[in-house]
């Protein structure tokens, strides 16, 4: 028992490695499953594949003679090929008339597959039994995706009643419709059809067929002449939005309502500012989103513009972030150094210059208890030269040096106060030296704020000796 349904198991895994397996697809499309004598079915098949194969066909049958065309029966794909083949099916001499199931056989690297391909075989009586009156109402044109409307009179020529008549009509590659019906001894009867005609039928001029048939014998047929007609030529565009959180999609619905193959260029235009917080499949190019469409009939399309704002959002937080930082590391008074008015004796040294101070107030409130402390360097000496408009120090000696010291009380929002002193050398200065920063010192809430300004440079107009010159005064000193 067991290894009944072990071998059972490996067959059923046999079938089904080639389905699984297969590197092909193949649509099959009905041109003409109903004849009569000496009429010929059609079918139209079409492979695709994505990888690459190579396929041989088929079909099993020995009443029925079969050609494809081109008389291809073997060929190969190449990746994401695709290709259409006509099967052509005639029945052999005196084969019974009546409905056949033939195998269509496509062999695939050593593995085959069988498709079922249904074709009925129809008899033609002398004699019409069922008669199409002309009192039927038959359109000579439809229009695409509405409805053909028939009004079929259809009367029973024969003393005799009639069991599952089909009433077959066909629009070859639009339409098909069956419908059986009963018949009484001469019988009239009217058929009323609305058979829906898809908005993908070209226009053309075409054969609207009506197959009346029983058991395998055509008991009536005929073939009018309808005229599908153009409807639409322009693609219909519509916009729809969706969003989330700083994102959001537009999507544009293109379709073609027409029945006709449109080509039609469309276009989105973006600020180019913008253009980084979008992304699309299109083509951007002169400040818009481009999209070259082809569309056959019935086809639509989305053309989608992603836009995401995150990345704009993080920026600006950065941005405020980095203003509160700075907000709260800024120095709540401004203070600014600078040396004017200089003098230089007649050899080129510093003599005399006016040292300016200026302080303001950045916050939004008064700041009360500011003192303002300047430290002269040992080669600088205060001169009693009166600044006009500045507040007057109060001097501390130290050593070899002097102290400057400011008491502000308060300052009010935005005020501005300019200190002004005037400095004197003590002895010749070579070269670049520097004053020392001004030390400002304020109360903050509980804490002492202690800020600086900037360093001032002094530099003498002498030149100093080069080496050369040097020498040579060490030489005559030598010599003395």
Known sequence: M???????????????????????????????????EGEEGVFRLTFTTEKGTNLKLDINSDEWVHSFSNNIDSF?????????????????????????????????????????????????????????????????????????????????????????????????????????V?????????????????????????????????????????????????????????????????????????????????????????????????????????????????????????LVINYNYRWLAIIIVIIILLIMLFQYLKPDVFINKQLLNVIFDDNGNFFEGRVVVTLKNKTKSSIKGIIVTETLPEFIDLSHKEAHGSMKPQVQHLDHTSRLVWHISEMVHGEERIISYYIKSRYNVLGRVSLPTTILVLQKGDKIQRLYSNSVGIESNVQPKKDEEIEEIIEESNNT
Not at 14 to 32: H, M, Q, S, T
Not at 234 to 254: A, M, P, Y
């Open 2 to 36: 067991k290894k009944s349904i072990l071998l059972f198991m490996i067959c059923m895994i046999l079938l089904i490695i080639p389905l699984v397996n297969a590197d092909y697809g193949l649509e099959i499309e009905d041109i003409k499953s109903t004849i009569s």
């Open 76 to 180: 190969s794909l190449v990746k994401d090929e695709n290709k259409t083949i006509e099967l052509t099916l005639s029945p052999k001499e005196k084969i019974n008339f009546g409905t056949y199931n033939l195998g269509l056989i496509v062999a695939e690297n050593k593995e085959a597959k069988t498709e079922i391909l249904k074709i009925t075989y129809l008899k033609s009586l002398p004699k019409s039994v069922i008669t199409i009156s002309h009192e039927s109402n038959i359109p000579n044109k439809v229009k695409p995706d509405e409805s053909l409307i028939l009004s079929l009179v259809l009367i029973n020529e024969k003393n005799t009643e009639l069991e599952d008549v089909n009433v077959k009509v066909l629009i070859k590659d639009v339409l098909g419709h069956d419908q059986k």
């Open 182 to 302: 009963s018949f009484t001894n001469y019988e009239r009867k009217v058929l009323n059809l609305e058979l829906p005609v898809p908005l993908t039928a070209e226009p053309n001029s075409v054969d609207l067929q009506i197959l009346i048939s029983m058991n395998n014998n055509i008991l009536s047929q005929k073939v009018y002449k309808l005229e599908i007609l153009t409807i639409n030529p322009k693609l219909d565009f519509e916009e729809v939005t969706e969003g989330s959180f700083l994102k959001r999609i537009v999507t544009h619905k293109t379709q073609n309502k027409g029945n006709l193959l449109l080509s039609e260029t469309y276009s989105v235009r973006i600020n180019p500012l913008l253009k980084i917080f979008t992304s699309s499949d299109g083509d951007y190019k002169d400040g818009a989103y481009t999209w070259n469409l082809e569309l056959g009939a019935g086809e639509s399309k989305e």
